[in-house]
Nanobody, 120 residues
Framework: QVHLVEFGGGLVQAGGSLRLSCEAS????????MAWYRQAPGKQRELVAQITNSGTTRYSDSVKGRGTISRGNDAYSVALRMNNLKPEDTAVYYC??????????????WGQGTQVTVSS
């Protein structure tokens, strides 16, 4: 089994910064990518940022220029730093990892989510 644990989040004032981190553990044959998604009340879950095992990154238009995703020293960890936070960044943020446990087939795993609230 694979488990994703998220760290960070909380209440932040508009214009401030935050750092989220996530660690994957368990049976991991290969890890293809890690990402952060978010879901605001009444909205669909959306991609915030993704980083592949080769280091390629992509960002949603809503955070481009304000967010940086990076891999940790551990190959199975990822961090997201966001600057100049806005009230519309308020959401539950989920860590995602595309992992192959056995060398047969990769699938997506999700963390339980961490609340980020940006006050105006």
């Amino acid at each position: 089994q694979v488990h994703l644990v998220e760290f960070g989040g909380g209440l932040v004032q508009a214009g401030g910064s935050l750092r989220l981190s996530c660690e994957a553990s368990g049976t991991i044959f290969s890890l293809n990518s890690m990402a952060w998604y978010r879901q605001a009340p009444g909205k669909q879950r959306e991609l915030v940022a993704q980083i592949t095992n080769s280091g390629t990154t992509r960002y949603s238009d809503s955070v481009k220029g304000r967010g940086t995703i990076s891999r940790g020293n551990d190959a199975y960890s990822v961090a997201l730093r966001m600057n100049n936070l806005k009230p519309e960044d308020t959401a539950v943020y989920y860590c995602n990892a595309n992992i192959d446990e056995t060398g047969w087939m990769a699938r997506d795993y999700w963390g339980q989510g961490t609340q980020v609230t940006v006050s105006s």
